[in-house]
């Protein structure tokens, strides 16, 4: 079966840095799209970042300069390191990969940023 593991996440205080990972099952195969979405409480799932196989990155507005996301393609990984976190940045973290039959997602992974 199709799956993505997150890792990480947690509670940081304003400021701080956390990251976040995610490997996905090898019947994932060679997606040509991974990345992060998050979703607070009461709202939609929004774009944070992705990364593309040839290494292209995109951020969200919101997140360019602070968060970096990288990718291992040998172990089917991605990962979200996230510097000068704000409450703002707070929610469930999802992360996605997107192959020629579709898109498969993550679990979610809580971080939680206090003031």
């Known amino acids: 079966q199709e799956q993505l593991v997150e890792s990480g996440g947690g509670l940081v205080q304003a400021g701080g840095s956390l990251s976040v990972s995610c490997v996905a099952s090898?019947?994932?195969?060679?997606?040509?799209?991974m990345g992060w979405y998050r979703q607070a409480p009461g709202k939609q799932r929004d774009f944070v970042a992705r990364i593309v196989h040839d290494g292209r990155t995109n951020y969200a507005d919101s997140v360019k300069g602070r968060f970096t996301i990288s990718r291992d393609t040998a172990k089917n990984a991605v990962y979200l390191q996230m510097n000068s976190l704000k409450p703002e940045d707070t929610g469930v973290y999802y992360c996605h990969a997107d192959t020629n039959i579709g898109r498969y997602w993550g679990q979610g992974t809580q971080v939680t940023v206090s003031s």
């Open positions: 090898r019947n994932i195969f060679n997606p040509a799209v």
